[in-house]
């Protein structure tokens, strides 16, 4: 990935906290940030291999052909319901609509504003689709995603991150498929 492009994409993770802080009205903070392309085979390990539970929220990329996908170990994701809702799940493995609902704003959200400035910055138009929140294996959950991947190579930028308020950090981890070569358009 080039300099350019990493740029691109920290602005566009900035944009996406934004939005999110915009959505529960209180200031969320980015505490750590870190891009790493990974071999498409170590993906699942990203979010603690094949057979770990794990709950993710995915959406098609419409107007470039992709998917993006953020993961949540169910205790983080536990967090986030709770720092939203005020409430924790009864049960990660069985999601209300409720609890469902808000994972998939907060996912539908963080992608509108994450693609919005990547759409900015490279000229292009990107839009997400309804967002999808699944509570399966990772190695289950990562298979279409990753089945385009390989389309395009066998390697995947994936984006970690650690944020929330300084006294509730949360860490996602977002995986984008495919980015193609996007770069920050010059004026």
Do not use: C, W
Not at 144 to 166: K, M, N, Y
Request: charged letters at 20%; hydrophobic letters at 45%; glycine letters at 10%.
């Amino acid at each position: 990935m080039t300099a350019k492009t990493t740029k691109l994409m920290n602005k566009a993770i900035s944009n996406a906290i934004s939005g999110l802080s915009g959505m529960v009205g209180k200031e969320i903070q980015i505490f750590a940030f870190d891009i790493k392309n990974v071999k498409v085979r170590n993906v699942a390990y990203e979010f603690g291999g094949p057979e770990s539970l794990i709950v993710g929220v995915y959406l098609q990329i419409k107007g470039r052909a992709g998917h993006m996908f953020v993961g949540y170990e169910p205790k983080v994701a536990a967090d986030l319901i709770t720092m939203l809702l005020g409430q924790a799940p009864v049960s990660m493995l069985q999601l209300s609509e409720m609890e469902q609902s808000v994972l998939g704003e907060v996912g539908n959200l963080m992608g509108s504003f994450f693609l919005n400035a990547l759409a900015e910055g490279a000229g292009m138009s990107l839009l997400p689709s309804p967002p999808a929140v699944m509570v399966d294996m990772a190695g289950a959950i990562l298979d279409v995603p990753l089945s385009h991947v390989l389309e395009q190579g066998d390697e995947t930028p994936i984006i970690a991150a650690r944020f929330g308020t300084p006294d509730k950090q949360i860490e996602g981890k977002f995986l984008i498929v495919p980015i193609p070569a996007i770069e920050e358009k010059t004026d």
